[in-house]
C-alpha cells in the first residue's frame, strides 16, 4: 500500500525493553526466523541480538530481509543490528530495502537513519523505495523523543520543495500524518502558492521547538 492511501494517524509507541539472556543456538535461531516465530525469538531477551546479527551478515537477501522484519516486530535498540541494517540500505533487492527501511527506525533513533531515510525518500531513483522511505519516517521512528523528531520535520518540510511532484505529495501525506495538519500545501499547485504553505510550515516547525 502507498502511503498516499494511509490514513491512519501515528500512535506507535515504542516496546518495553528486551530481557537478559537468551540459550537459542544459532540453529534454532535460524529455523525460527524462517518460521517467522517472532515471540520464540523475542522470549530469549537482549542476549539473542547479536545471534541475530552473525545471522544476518552471513545470510542471503531472502533470509537477511526475514531478520530485518524480526528486528522491525522486537522493536529494541541495537547499534549491532543498526550497523547491519545499513548495509543494505541501497541493495537493488525490493523486498530487503523495503524490509530494511522499515526496521531501521525500530532499532535506532540516531540521526543517521533518520539522514538516510530522508535522503532516499528524496533522490532515489525508483518511486516505490521513496514512497516506503517516507513511510518509514511516518510510523517507525519509535525511539525519538519530540526534540529529535524536529529533525523529521525539518526534512519533511524541505521536501514540500522537490522539484519532483511525488516527492512533494508523499512528504505532505507524511506531515499530515504526523501532525494532522496540511498548512494549505498541495503540491501541484503554483509555485507561489506552495511557498506561502511552505512559510506556514516553517512558521508552525518554530512554535514546535520553541514549546520543546
Aim: aromatic content about 6%.
Amino acid at each position: 500500500m502507498h502511503l498516499v492511501a494511509l490514513v491512519l494517524l501515528v500512535a506507535a509507541a515504542a516496546p518495553a525493553g528486551p530481557a537478559t539472556g537468551s540459550a537459542m543456538d544459532a540453529a534454532a535461531l535460524a529455523r525460527a526466523v524462517d518460521a517467522r516465530d517472532v515471540e520464540v525469538i523475542r522470549k530469549q531477551g537482549a542476549g539473542v541480538v547479536p545471534g541475530l546479527v552473525r545471522l544476518y551478515d552471513s545470510s542471503e537477501a531472502p533470509r537477511r530481509a526475514a531478520i530485518a522484519n524480526v528486528f522491525y516486530s522486537l522493536g529494541w535498540k541495537s547499534a549491532d543490528a543498526k550497523r547491519a541494517l545499513l548495509k543494505d540500505v541501497h541493495t537493488d533487492d525490493a523486498n530487503l530495502r523495503l524490509q530494511v527501511q522499515w526496521a531501521l527506525g525500530r532499532v535506532s533513533g540516531d540521526t543517521d537513519v533518520v539522514d538516510v531515510l530522508l535522503e532516499n525518500m528524496l533522490n532515489d531513483p525508483n518511486p516505490l523505495f521513496r514512497d516506503k522511505a517516507a513511510c518509514a519516517l511516518t510510523y517507525d521512528q519509535i525511539h525519538l523523543s519530540p526534540a529529535e523528531q524536529v529533525r523529521v520535520y525539518e526534512g519533511l518540510i524541505r521536501a514540500l520543495d522537490d522539484p519532483k511532484p511525488q516527492v512533494r505529495q508523499i512528504a505532505l501525506m507524511a506531515l499530515q500524518i504526523r501532525t494532522g495538519q496540511n498548512k494549505g500545501f498541495s503540491p501541484g499547485a503554483a509555485p507561489e502558492e506552495r511557498r506561502k504553505a511552505v512559510e506556514r510550515w516553517r512558521a508552525w516547525l518554530a512554535e514546535y521547538k520553541s514549546n520543546l
